[in-house]
């Protein structure tokens, strides 16, 4: 069982910087896979960035990729999101979430642990 606990969103302007933090209870952290996922009010929840269990291997959609990076520190029990040049469509609710099974995965059905999710807000 693994408990998640997202924060550092909030209200940023467009071209600015967020960091979210993804806090995991459970001394099994190191060996799941995580990955962020976001929902915008109307919109189906939508994969943005993952990484295997060591690190060694990370994804991103497209929308976000060479602005997000994803990071973990195993020995903290914390995955980040490095979220820089920020755009109004950024805006959503973030979700961390953890899956016990898959190397690394991008389709939310695999994912098995969610956290409760932190608002971010980009104004233009």
């Known amino acids: 069982q693994v408990q998640l606990v997202e924060s550092g969103g909030g209200l940023v302007q467009a071209g600015g910087s967020l960091r979210l933090s993804c806090a995991a209870s459970g001394r099994t952290f190191s060996s799941y896979a995580m990955g962020w996922f976001r929902q915008a009010p109307g919109k189906e929840r939508e994969f943005v960035a993952a990484i295997s269990w060591s690190g060694g291997s990370t994804y991103y959609a497209d929308s976000v990729k060479g602005r997000f990076t994803i990071s973990r520190d195993n020995a903290k029990n914390t995955v980040y999101l490095q979220m820089n040049s920020l755009k109004p469509e950024d805006t959503a609710v973030y979700y961390c979430?953890?899956?016990?099974?898959?190397?690394?995965?991008?389709?939310?059905?695999?994912?098995?642990?969610w956290g409760q999710g932190t608002q971010v807000t980009v104004s233009s």
């Open positions: 979430a953890a899956d016990q099974y898959s190397n690394i995965a991008t389709m939310r059905p695999l994912y098995d642990y």
